[in-house]
């Protein structure tokens, strides 16, 4: 037991301060919208007055072996639409409201985002709740490994779950590009195209499962969705402006990014409009998956 102590009592002295020091508020990152993060203290508090609704959105094994308490578990078998051409394929409005239902969500609820890889889930359904209206909702800043190197209760139990009576929202279609929108991106000034895969994805050398053919659209600037976050944790909006300014992706170009199925475009979505303040944002959704499969140009190296 003694040794036990101090296991526990020097990875105290390690652990906790590491998530001292890099959990920072989102105003103190200088972003446009930082209400859109949420730190893992500032979810401990609005948790423990029972003030939001939490969503889990990692895998059901991951759920069941802990979560942040209250939480309830949904992935992407829940909101992606099924059946659909393309893996991955957002929900129609219908699905949407049935899950917002099950999941006791109402359109009031602020509704706080997390999952253990970067955001990626998790930024997904961000997008998803946006197109349907949604306006509170929020991303956990250094995802759930935040939540626990901080030191905070986790527990394996689901909550009791009321169903809602969830009202639907138009879709936001100022959100989403479709592929005739896309194509008559190309070569046009006023928009920049971005590429958010690997760069093997990018230059055609690695064929994604479900892509039928390997390369990019046209003239798409390639910045891996990576690149916004380290160890968890989303870049100070300078260090964010001056990587996607190298590119051309500046606040005065509609932005679309895209990705094989819209589930990494949707994270650098969330970056540009929300950590950046970009007022014209599209994702094309159905990404290279549509693109690839259909008689649309691309390019390769």
């Known amino acids: 037991m003694e040794r036990v102590f101090r296991v526990l009592l020097v990875l ?21 919208r930082p209400d859109s993060l949420i730190t893992a203290e500032e979810l401990k508090s609005l ?6 609704k939490v969503l889990d959105v990692r895998p059901a094994l991951k759920y069941r072996l802990g979560h942040i308490p209250e939480s309830i578990q949904v992935h992407r078998s829940d909101y992606n639409a099924s059946p659909a051409k393309y893996d991955h394929t957002r929900p129609g409005p219908e699905q949407w409201k ?8 109402r359109n009031e609820d602020t509704v706080i985002l997390y999952d ?12 998803i709740f946006k197109l349907y209206g949604h306006k509170d909702v929020r991303i956990l800043d250094g995802t759930y490994n935040a ?21 639907l929202q138009p879709a936001n279609a100022a959100i989403l590009a479709e592929k005739d929108e896309v194509l008559a991106f190309i070569g046009d000034a006023s928009a920049v195209i971005v590429d958010t895969r690997s760069q093997a994805e990018h230059t055609g ?16 600037v390639w910045i891996e969705w990576t690149d916004a976050v380290k160890d968890g944790f989303f870049l100070p ?5 001056a990587m996607y300014a190298a590119k051309g992706v500046v606040p005065d170009k509609i932005a679309v990014p895209y990705c094989q199925g819209g589930v990494r475009g949707a994270h650098t979505h969330f970056v540009l409009s929300e950590l950046l303040g970009f007022d014209n944002v599209k994702l094309y959704d159905l990404s290279w998956l549509e693109w690839s499969n259909e008689d649309l140009p691309y390019e390769k190296d």
């Open 98 to 105: 049935g899950l917002m239902d099950r999941l006791g969500i």
């Open 205 to 220: 050398a690695q064929v994604a499962s479900g892509a039928g053919k390997g390369g990019r659209i046209p003239g798409s």
């Open 147 to 167: 939540w626990t190197a901080a030191g905070y209760d986790t527990q394996m139990f689901a909550p009791d779950i009321t169903p809602s009576d969830y009202v």
């Open 237 to 241: 909006a300078e260090e964010l402006k």
């Open 116 to 127: 253990d890889g970067n955001s990626i889930d998790a930024t997904r359904l961000w997008w």
């Open 12 to 32: 105290a002295l390690f652990v906790v301060p590491f998530s001292v020091a890099t959990e920072v508020s989102a105003a103190y990152k200088g972003y446009a």
């Open 47 to 52: 948790v423990d007055a029972g003030s939001v």
